[in-house]
């Protein structure tokens, strides 16, 4: 191999560890489990054994179709299943509001004995909806207890109640509320679900006579919601600043071409891309219920909020519960992968109770214990090999790549200009590649996810690599993860 000092490229040649890790790497497979009229559980007894021994059957077959998250219904209809000094306990538990276990605490504990990551679903602004009235003819409902915050909905002759989120109090309440499941529940996130107004028609002129300012309505409405996120995000993180905050809103931001559904930005006031670029969410689960031939079709909708995620994680929401989109599952979750999404999550449990995952037929673990597993082992590795390996530092400058054979299996970088940087990487196979950086500040970034062919790839790299101390390449397909420290 010839070598010349500075030559055109200069090449910067790191052997890194091989560690063996699952081909889908860090692919989110949820799944809803709803409590509210109990949908998937408790079952329709007050028998407290047979309740656990049913969400303990739920939780087994969760693992045995290799899911890893759970979003577990624990407030709706303005009653919980958790411990609370806010909001009175569910009658599903034993008929009378009292509380003879704890539901939550019951389900974390198996959910991570069972090695499965669980976030507390929350209805957040709707406060009751059905036929259960005696439900809310308790004095202890926040409709009884503050009925100057309520604002009753009615469509297609049914009525809802909602919160005012105009009103500061009423965010501070549900912020407050949802710190106090945070301080006293080892849940691995919070998953906020009706996190928006009913629709336009919405009682709140009083409150933005008051509170409106200088803002339009829709904008004052827009910007309440988005508050009360930015607040919830800012309590819980400062109980626990690793706890995961989510949020599932309707599948369509904005209408595209051919399009006429129900639009968060403009009909329920989710402004989802500000909450995204502002960080007060960790990930999004948009509820994307149609199927590829519907007339929302799922293919482009899925793709334009993963283009729009603003570095943070899209959980793409399945309508499992539809027919045709049940049908198309299987194409579903491998048109995620395409488009780079981070996981899937599926609505919800009793619709896929008897359903096999082609897709998922290997056993990927994805959940918060056992990353952190993963992750002493990573680090146990690298730490061994940086003490072993004293040529790790080594530079290697060559003036072009072709010397280099197909054995040549490590990545090789050049940097070719402040801003630009280039990839080689000789592969036994294909494969599709996840290029990652982390900063100085310990910041993941996804650079890059591409596919690469059997043979020499070369992948470009639009950023100034000095912004990095290490590149990581995850291969998706062949169980490898390379690490370049620069």
Do not use: C
């Amino acid at each position: 191999m010839l070598i010349k000092k500075f030559s055109i490229s200069i090449i910067l040649l790191y052997f890194l560890s091989y560690i063996a890790i699952h081909s889908q790497v860090n692919e989110i497979r949820a799944i809803w489990i709803a409590t509210n009229h109990r949908l998937d559980w408790p079952p329709p007894t007050f028998n407290i054994e047979v309740q656990k021994e049913a969400l303990k059957e739920i939780f087994d077959s969760v693992k045995s179709k290799n899911l890893n998250t759970i979003y577990f219904q624990v407030r709706s209809n303005g009653t919980v299943l958790f411990k609370s000094s806010f909001e009175p306990f569910s009658l599903y538990i034993d008929g009378k509001g009292g509380m003879p276990y704890d539901p939550l605490q019951f389900a974390i504990e198996e959910a991570h004995k069972r090695g499965l990551e669980i976030h507390a679903w929350i209805n957040t602004v709707q406060v009751f909806a059905g036929s259960e009235l005696n439900v809310i003819n308790n004095p202890n409902h926040i409709i009884q207890k503050k009925p100057e915050w309520i604002v009753e909905d009615i469509k297609n002759n049914s009525k809802s109640y909602w919160l005012n989120p105009g009103l500061l109090e009423v965010r501070e309440y549900l912020s407050n509320l949802i710190k106090e499941l945070v301080e006293n529940y080892d849940v691995d996130g919070v998953h906020l679900d009706y996190i928006r107004y009913p629709g336009k028609n919405f009682n709140d002129d009083s409150t933005f006579k008051l509170y409106g300012k200088n803002l339009s309505r829709d904008e004052w409405r827009r910007k309440n919601i988005t508050d009360l996120i930015s607040l919830i995000n800012k309590k819980i993180k400062a109980v626990k600043p690793n706890i995961q905050l989510g949020a599932t809103p309707i599948g369509i931001y904005k209408n595209h071409k051919g399009m006429n559904g129900w639009e968060g930005f403009y009909e329920v006031y989710q402004d989802t891309k500000d909450w995204l670029k502002k960080g007060i969410i960790d990930y999004i689960t948009p509820q994307i219920y149609w199927s590829f031939d519907d007339k929302y079709q799922f293919d482009i909708l899925a793709k334009d909020w993963v283009e729009n995620s603003y570095g943070k994680k899209v959980i793409i929401g399945i309508g499992a519960f539809k027919d045709a989109v049940k049908n198309e599952i299987e194409r579903m979750i491998e048109y995620s992968r395409k488009i780079g999404a981070d996981g899937v999550a599926f609505f919800r449990y009793s619709s896929i109770k008897d359903y096999k995952f082609l897709a998922f037929n290997d056993n990927v673990s994805l959940t918060k214990l056992e990353s952190n597993k993963n992750n002493q082992i990573k680090n146990k590795a690298e730490n061994n090999y940086t003490q072993e390996n004293n040529k790790f530092e080594d530079i290697t400058l060559a003036e072009n790549f072709s010397s280099f054979n197909n054995q040549f299996l490590k990545p090789t970088l050049i940097k070719k200009s402040n801003n630009y940087s280039e990839i080689i990487i000789y592969s036994e196979s294909d494969d599709e590649i996840i290029v990652k950086g982390e900063t100085e500040r310990n910041n993941d970034e996804t650079l890059l996810k591409t596919k690469i062919k059997q043979g020499k790839n070369v992948i470009e790299l639009k950023i100034n690599i000095e912004d990095y101390k290490t590149i990581f390449l995850i291969f998706q397909k062949t169980n490898k993860l390379m690490r370049l420290k620069l």
